[in-house]
Structure formats: structure tokens, C-alpha cells
């Protein structure tokens, strides 16, 4: 009982991947961040990719492009009933992609198609609140990583009309630290999870172009499925009479785990106004199916038990997050041939219900500003962004550990990349 009870202790903290806003990373191209992230009815380079496989066919020319960004942030949690304020302390975030694109040139049906590659991290943060905080017993820390590498077909229908197809091999893991407390004793003890995931999945896109001054854009981005095949999960410092006679190895000194965790299915529309030979105006809505994300399942095994009863175990922690919706406009200005300047402003609403927040998923509705900056010389280009991310404050009581408060956060993301045409 008591193992078990570890067990679903420090499986319950866990949303590894899943949160729409929080560790979602809409970062994947310098460019489109600097006016809000917007690509989806735009053909502006490589990174058509990501943002619209429909895009890439009707690129006059091949490319490369990289980039990498800096996020920053800081949560803060006040407990109910206190004003006393806690706040984590990350790292830093340093997502970031890379896209290559070829197709022949010429005439001929050859020449419509384009096939790229992108690698790209859509999900990822990490998160640290300490040993000292009122949640320590929920998460001292966790970091979550994704990689995600999609090759790419696109076809040009006709000169302002494409369609495109990746397929997304997804690679991540997770790493979670969290206090494990027995009543009336001391000290804690401390529980570590890691463990790698993969999943598969993919994306399509349709653009459109009827007239000079107007373009459409629609991507389908599928549903993601990270399975964890052999997660791990060590306690340490369990008090003594919950060890074994020896007194060197814990009750629990291994074991190992399986999950699959969604990462919902999404799908954007965009249009795209070029409203002067110098001026575009551009809005897209991103809706995505969050609502996959029900429940949180582990079935983990017990590598130092042989009765089997006691081997095979399953935790289910309930999440009933909801579809959610971002919203997003941008403008570019071409101040000279070489020179353009961009702004953007995000609005998203959370997926997280009320009594579903938890330490590593402090979401709330959110809006984002953006600035940005690109600056061409022949084949080469070169864009910087930032982004300031505002959080609302939001006070909420877990449904899952009872850990009440309020929660806020803000971000500041400083986003570069570089380009080349060939």
C-alpha cells in the first residue's frame, strides 16, 4: 500500500508535455515571431515548413535557415491565506530550428514540387521552484524537452495555388524532482522521474493566393501521441522502517514506467493583406483540440519485487483541459529595399479549467507583444525579434494535491535567425 501510494504521489504531479500555452514554444521562425508568429498565409522563406508545407512549392527559390531563441521567464505563487510570495528560479530556454529546402528549377512537372526538412522544438521549458516552497510536495523542478524532425513535400497546382504534407518524428523527455513527506518525520524524502519519449505524427497545409493583394492559408497539424516506453523513477532518504532489513536499499529504489502523453492536434487559418508595395497586414486563429488531454495514465512495474501482484500498477490523474483558441495580428513595413520592421499582438485563452493548475502548467490567459527587425543583403537575410509574454494573475485550488494560491507570470523571448537563397 504504501509503495503504491508513493507511486501515484509523484506520477500525480506530472503534465509532461501537455500544456497549449506553457510549454508550448511558438518560436519557429525569427521572422514570423516579430510580427506575432504569423506564417500560416505568407510564403516568406524555408520556414514554410512549420507554418504552411502548402507555402513551400510556390518559393521562387531553394534555401537554408536557422535560428535560436532566449525565453526568460519568471512565475511567482502567493499561497491563500498568506502574502507570503514565492518565486522559481529557471534557466534559461534556448529553443531552435533549422529548415533546408530543394526542388528543381525550370519548366516541367518537376519543377512543382519542393521537398525540406525541418527541425524544430515546439514543446519544451523547464521550471524550478525549489525545496522550500508550499508546493515542494507537488514539484521542486522539471524540465521538458522535444524535438521534433519533419520532412516535407509540397506541390505548386498552379503559380499562386500549393499543397503540402510532412510527416513529424517527434524525440523528448522529461526530468521531475519533487518532495515525497511522511507524517510527523524528517527529513523529506525526495523522488526523481526521468524518462525519453518519442511519437509520430504530421501536418498539412493548403495556401492560396487569388489576387495580388490578398492571400489565404490553412494548416492541419495532427495529434501526437509521446509514448514513454522505460521512464524511471528513484526515491531517496525514505525513513528507515520503510527500508528493508538491511538498511542500504530503499523500499522503492527502482522503477520503471509507461505513459503515452497527447500532444493535440491543431489547426490554423491566416490571411494575409498587402496593402501597399511597402505595407502588410496579416491575422490568423489557431484552434487546437486540447480536450485529447483528459487524464494523465502511468503503468509502471516494480524491478526489485517478484510477486507478481505487486509488479504491475496504474495511476490515473484526471486533467479535463479544454479546446482553446489563439488569436493574432501582425504588420510588416518595408522602411527601405534592405530594411523591414514588424509588430504583432497574440491573444490566447487557456485550456487549463479551473481546479486543473498545477506548479508546472501556471497558465492562465495571456497576451503577447512583438517587435522585430529584418535586415537583407542579396541571398542572405537576418531577423531579430522579441517578445514580451503577459500572463493573467489567476488563483485557483487544485482539485489534485489541494494546493491553493495565486498564481502570475511573465516572459521576455529575444528570438535571431538567419536565411540563405540559392
Known amino acids: 500500500m504504501i509503495k503504491k501510494t508513493l507511486l501515484a504521489a509523484t506520477f500525480a504531479a506530472l503534465p509532461f508535455l501537455a500544456n497549449a500555452q506553457g510549454y508550448q514554444v511558438a518560436l519557429q521562425g525569427a521572422k514570423q515571431t516579430g510580427m506575432a508568429h504569423i506564417g500560416v498565409a ?5 520556414t514554410a515548413i512549420y507554418f504552411n508545407p502548402g507555402a513551400l512549392s510556390l518559393l521562387e527559390k531553394n534555401g537554408v535557415a536557422v535560428g535560436a531563441s532566449a525565453i526568460m521567464v519568471k512565475n511567482s505563487f502567493m499561497e491563500t491565506g498568506t502574502n507570503r510570495k514565492y518565486e522559481s528560479n529557471n534557466p534559461l530556454g534556448t529553443p531552435f530550428y533549422f529548415y533546408g529546402a530543394w526542388g528543381p528549377k525550370g519548366e516541367g512537372l518537376a519543377s512543382r514540387f519542393k521537398f525540406g526538412l525541418g527541425v524544430y522544438t515546439p514543446f519544451g521549458s523547464s521550471v524550478t521552484w525549489g ?123 527502482s522503477t520503471s514506467f509507461k505513459s503515452a502523453l497527447p500532444l493535440p492536434g491543431s489547426v490554423a487559418f491566416g490571411a494575409t493583406v498587402y496593402a501597399t508595395d511597402k505595407l502588410t497586414l496579416a491575422g490568423e486563429l489557431t484552434y487546437t483540440a486540447w ?22 500498477t496504474n495511476t490515473r490523474s484526471p486533467r479535463n483541459y479544454n479546446d482553446n483558441l489563439l488569436f493574432r495580428v501582425g504588420a510588416s513595413y518595408k522602411v527601405t ?27 492562465a490567459d495571456r497576451s503577447n507583444y512583438f517587435l522585430g527587425l529584418g535586415y537583407k543583403m542579396g541571398a542572405l537575410s537576418f531577423d531579430a525579434a522579441l517578445q514580451l509574454v503577459d500572463v493573467s494573475k489567476r488563483t485557483d485550488t487544485s482539485k489534485e494535491n489541494g494546493l491553493s494560491g495565486t498564481y502570475k507570470t511573465n516572459a521576455t523571448v529575444i528570438a535571431i535567425g538567419v536565411g540563405y537563397e540559392f
Open 42 to 46: 505568407t510564403k516568406e522563406d524555408v
Open 131 to 253: 525545496d522550500s516552497w508550499p508546493g515542494r510536495y507537488t514539484l521542486n523542478s522539471i524540465v521538458l524537452r522535444a524535438i521534433f524532425i519533419q520532412p516535407t513535400a509540397s506541390f505548386k497546382i498552379t503559380n499562386n495555388f500549393g499543397i503540402g504534407v510532412g510527416v513529424s518524428y517527434a524525440i523528448g523527455g522529461v526530468n521531475l524532482k519533487r518532495n515525497v513527506g511522511f507524517p510527523s518525520l524528517a527529513p523529506d524524502a525526495s523522488a526523481e522521474l526521468d524518462g525519453s519519449a518519442n511519437g509520430l505524427g504530421f501536418s498539412a497545409g493548403v495556401y492560396y493566393q487569388p489576387i495580388k493583394q490578398l492571400s489565404l492559408g490553412i494548416t492541419y497539424r495532427s495529434q501526437v501521441d509521446m509514448k514513454i516506453e522505460e521512464g524511471t523513477i528513484n526515491i531517496s532518504n525514505i525513513p528507515a522502517f520503510l527500508s528493508n532489513t538491511s538498511g542500504t536499499a530503499f523500499l522503492l529504489p
Open 291 to 312: 480536450s485529447a488531454y483528459d487524464s494523465l495514465r502511468f503503468d509502471y512495474k516494480d524491478s526489485k519485487t517478484t510477486n507478481p501482484a505487486n509488479q504491475l
Open 337 to 363: 529595399e534592405a530594411i523591414t520592421a514588424r509588430a504583432g499582438y497574440a491573444y490566447g485563452i487557456t485550456p487549463v479549467p479551473n481546479g486543473s493548475m498545477t506548479p508546472e502548467t501556471p497558465d
